[in-house]
């Protein structure tokens, strides 16, 4: 479904979805979902075996790595996220800071203090019944524990911080171990001569050119995406086949529980190491819930149940057949995919096989960016600059601060390591920490947001819980060979988040302390002797109530505002998307005839911000709405899209409300303009000269009392005569006396990060010529 910018399926009825479309969805996500978990037999056996757990008289190992293979397939991707986790969607959306937000409304945990009330009445927070209290006694407790202990949200944020760095993490590692185990199969194709210095420069040109490519957008290749997948699937099932008829037809044996134990029994040690190679068969499983938003849950489901999930069994039964009958391998081609593959068919398999690894590559590239997004969103990382490279699928973007460091620490790990057991231990570890913080996450969830009982979220636990602990005690143990790598990045993006989410939380604090009171500001004139001059005043503040000490500065300094000023406040809410018709809450400050009003503009943290031009136009329209609504009475004719909350009125932009008001912008001289008998316009009085004249349109139908219409009318003079966007731009610093820690973090982290971070969306695209910034120490 193309979808326009900003805008969600939820703005549209639901429609069952024909199974024509779910199988077109379900075709699509093999591209788009599975590129990573398809492409983890080219790897997991090589980073699994070792000689000293191999012994050639036996085939116990082998039996056992597959045994293990295959019910850690069947547990953790089929049974867990097919289906469990997929089921816990934030309203269509998916990934760790989907339950982080599922979490955020249903025990009102906030990772920012500019909650309303009014956000608790959005149809995203009604529709899972976030208002709604757990039925259990247990779930009670657990949600006003939460609500009550500032240092448990801390660590629930924090939590959910981990699993979005570890996400990153493997967004450096799985391109690299992934074209760097494709590329690995010039080792067989061609001779020790020319192979042994091809293949680090060959995927290093690899890895170079994928990320060149990312700011096209993934829709200009997308469409070679599934085929690629779909023949890869095909051909791993077809080989893997092959070598089960053609050298042990009896492999399935090994699917019995009882070899992991033997495996165990007689590897010991030295088979507890090589779990960490195991659990790379999984890598990739994550992308099911991270992507859920690009597909539907019954697409994803059948594309892994009668797709992926038999193709990868049939994958490594294949393999571990062909291992068994062929124990006098030269040892540095025993383990590697390309052994078994047959000789006549390496070339052509090669060419798929890299073409499947920068597929696989694509889809953790593009989540990396999503939660990035997410994160920037929820004022839990950087301001950094995101390009929608679709004007018709919201989610894809692309972030080239992001890209060009994930494009540089892939060609260090590639250059560094040269070596797949070393990649695949660094990211097993980045993987089932990833997936443990979803579980955790989950039994939350379970008691929460589905209101279950604790039993439930009990079982969850102990069915799940010990398998992914004991793949990460596996993972762990390798630190010195390679597990260092993604603690190491993810500790340093932690810390990166952490300071600035702590520093952007004591900036709003200081703000909330040092709020202007509204009495104070009214009666500036008087003192003062303030100048109101003609045109639109837009301050940005950060603050949903209360007047923001940079404006005081301001008029203290310069007293002088603009005859329309709003006090506007741009802020993301813990939902993937709010409603046009919800996005705008506008507020009247003092008595009609100051002219001056609060507008807070909502957005989920996958909406799209609008450029400049169009959101002037929206918020205008909603002012003259809310002006609108307040001459006629808010009940009066609203259809169905104003509500009431305390002084502020909730107002959708102007395309959620055809029949309300519409501005009309005309580049025309107005004494030229036609007059018009047949509609009710609210025109600026004529000018000498050529310039844009501003109107708003009303229906016949709608009335209003003569001061809403003046007031109309000064807004519209406001308009034409222009808008001028006036931000403050903090010079912060640590409060004398403040400790170590705050001294660091602010003055050396979150200052640092300020002044070389992007400049906030909405005033990235505003021409030089309109801005006034106003400069102000702040000591938090």
Known sequence: MDLEPGSHQNDRPKK?????????????????????????????????????????????????????????????????????????????????????????????????????????ELSEYKRDGASLSPKSRFGRKLKSTLESHGALQKLLLVLALIGACMVIGDGVLTPAISVFSAVSGLELSMSEKHHKYLEVPVACVILIGLFALQHYGTHRVGFLFAPVMTMWLLCISAIGLYNIFSWNPHIYQALSPRYMYIFLKKTRSRGWTSLGGILLCITGSEAMFADLGHFSQLSIKIAFTFMVYPSLILAYMGQAAYLSQHHNIESKYKFGFYVSVPEKLRWPVLAIAISAAVVGSQAIITGTFSIIKQCSALGCFPRVKIVHTSSKIHGQIYIPEINWMLMMLCLAITIGFRDTKHMGNA?????????????????????????????????????????????????????????????????????????????????????????????????????????????????????????????????????????VLVFLCIKSVPVPHVRHKERFLVGRIGSREHMIYRCIVRYGYRDVHKDDVEFERDLVCSIAEFIRSQGMGAAAGNGGFLKEDGRMTVVGTCSSHPDGIQMSEDEKDPAELPSSSEQNEINSPPLARARKKVRFIMPESLKMDPAAREELRELTEAREAGVAYIQGHYYVKAKRGSGLFRRLAIDLGYDFLRRNCRAQAHAVNVPHACSIEVGMVCHI
């Not at 790595?65 to 049974?79: A, C, E, G, Q, R």
């Not at 190491?488 to 990166?496: E, K, Q, R």
């Open 16 to 120: 069952r979805e024909s199974w024509r479309t779910v199988l077109t969805l379900a075709y699509q996500s093999l591209g788009v979902v599975y590129g990573d978990l398809s492409i983890s037999p080219l790897y997991v056996y090589k980073s699994t075996f070792t000689d000293s757990i191999w012994h050639s008289e036996t085939n116990e190992e082998i039996y056992g790595v597959l045994s293990f293979v295959f019910w850690t397939l069947t547990l953790v991707p089929l049974l867990k996220y097919v289906f469990i986790v997929l089921r816990a969607d934030d309203n269509g959306e998916g990934g760790t800071f989907a339950l982080y937000s599922l979490l955020c409304r249903h025990a009102r945990v906030n990772s920012l203090p500019n909650c309303q009330v009014a956000d608790e």
């Open 427 to 563: 990211s097993g570890l980045a993987v089932i920490t990833v997936m443990l913080v979803t579980t955790c996450l989950m039994s939350l969830v379970i008691v929460l947001c589905w209101h279950q009982s604790v039993i439930v979220a009990a079982c969850f636990v102990l069915l799940f819980g010990p398998i992914e602990t004991l793949f990460f005690l596996a993972s762990l143990i390798k630190f010195f060979q390679g597990a260092w790598v993604p603690i190491a990045l993810s500790s340093i993006f932690l810390g990166v988040m952490y300071i600035w989410h702590y520093g952007t939380l004591k900036a709003y604090e200081h703000d909330l302390q040092n709020k202007v009171s509204i009495d104070w500001m009214l009666g500036l004139g008087p003192t003062l002797g303030i100048v109101r001059v003609r045109g639109i005043g837009l301050i940005h503040t950060e603050l949903v109530y209360g007047i923001p000490a940079i404006f005081s500065h301001l008029v203290t300094n310069l007293p002088a505002f603009h005859e």
